[in-house]
């Protein structure tokens, strides 16, 4: 048996033939940017987060830059000023901070689900501080409450990096919808992903949309008159047209995921590998399932000779990354142990249970 970690391929066949028929009428529409597609599409995604604003953009990256930059424009953050980031993130978190001229300062994860430890923040606070960006990991959200607690108690920013959860909530209440800001992804890989890079801000906030939606447009909201030093960061027409499509079916698609992982924590009894801790259920849209495992290497080699294909992520934290050089003597232990053992289990709503069951039998079946 043949195991993919993730079948793009596979998902997009499953959203036939109504895809292609949508596409295809983009097409000879013959409006290929901010038209039709992309309003009806912000207007939506906003209903489903439970936002005012849904501002469609190129990438997650941009979504996270765009929401600091206007963010600076308004006076709330200037250069230098530090944001609170988790050290056990993709890099693209990190990378949108620098590139504003703000500062990560990088705050430990809890081990059990490897989401920034809320007990640790306010021990990072200084008088510089400006923001938390809270990262909702492998589609599982972070403890929202209480980092909402401490942002008010010093009045901070709250920016969340959804790019894994779209569609986790607690009590009907959905990411992107907890902070002051979201930035979201649309990579093909994600819970609903375009065909292509793609990207959106939420916000209830009307003064930094209207910023935001300016400098994804080259600084202007009307052709040719150009307020802000913006740039070219925006969802185009057929990009938007396939997250509608796709958007109608996420809930079912996450229920799907959550089906798989509990087949996943109900069945892996090998005391070798580390479970993902689980908490509230509709928290979590696992977007990614990762284990830990001491002998990684050795685990994933054995599960390709069965066919079964995994992913690491990531292999290597921010800080270590030779981009981030000034950050690499900072002691973070739990984030290094994490990179150093998580291994990603196929995961995706096309699995059968068949294909489950097989993983799990030979997982069962590994010996170090």
């Not at 108690?153 to 990096?161: F, M, R, S, T, Y």
């Not at 995994?310 to 990179?339: D, G, R, S, W």
Request: hydrophobic letters at 40%; one cysteine or more.
């Amino acid at each position: 048996m043949q195991i993919p970690f993730l079948s793009l391929k596979a998902i997009t066949e499953s959203f036939e033939p109504i895809l292609s028929q949508k596409i295809n009428e983009v097409v000879k529409k013959g409006w290929y940017i901010h038209g039709e597609e992309c309003a009806a599409f912000e207007k939506s995604f906003a209903y489903y987060c439970g936002t005012k604003h849904c501002i469609g953009v190129g990438n997650g990256l941009e979504a996270l830059k765009l929401i600091l930059r206007a963010y600076k424009l308004l006076g709330v953050f200037n250069e230098g000023d530090e944001i609170i980031v988790p050290a056990n993130t993709f890099i693209a978190t990190i990378l949108a901070v620098s590139a504003e001229n703000l500062m990560p300062i990088f705050v430990e994860p809890n081990i059990d689900d490897y989401l920034i430890d809320v007990k640790k923040i306010e021990d990072k606070i200084s008088s510089k501080t400006k923001a938390i960006m809270p990262v909702h990991l492998y589609g599982r959200l972070c403890n929202m409450n209480a980092i909402s607690e401490i942002a008010q108690k010093h009045h901070l920013k709250v920016i969340e990096d959804a790019a894994q959860a779209h569609g986790a909530q607690i009590g009907g209440k959905r990411s992107g919808s907890f902070g002051d800001a979201a930035g979201f992804s649309f990579y093909p890989g994600k819970n609903l992903g375009c065909l292509g890079d793609g990207g959106c801000v939420t916000t209830n906030d009307d003064e930094l949309a209207a910023i935001i939606r300016k400098l994804a447009n080259y600084g202007s909201s009307i052709k040719y008159v150009h307020e802000l030093k913006g740039e070219n960061s925006r969802l185009d027409e057929i990009q938007a047209a396939v997250l509608s499509v796709k958007l109608k079916r996420l809930d079912s698609d996450n229920s799907g995921r959550r089906q798989i992982a509990e087949m996943y924590n109900a069945g892996i009894k090998n005391k070798e590998v580390i479970l993902p801790l689980i908490h509230k259920k509709e928290e979590h849209v696992w977007h990614i399932y990762s284990v830990r495992v001491q002998s990684r290497k050795a685990f994933i080699d054995y599960l390709k000779d069965y066919g079964i294909e995994t992913v690491i992520h990531y292999p290597t934290p921010p800080h270590k990354q030779t981009a981030y050089k000034e950050f690499a003597c900072l002691n973070l232990p739990i984030t290094e142990k994490i990179h150093a053992e998580v291994v990603s289990l196929p995961m995706s709503p096309m699995l059968t249970d068949e294909q489950v069951k097989y993983v799990i039998e030979k997982i069962n079946d590994w010996q170090r």
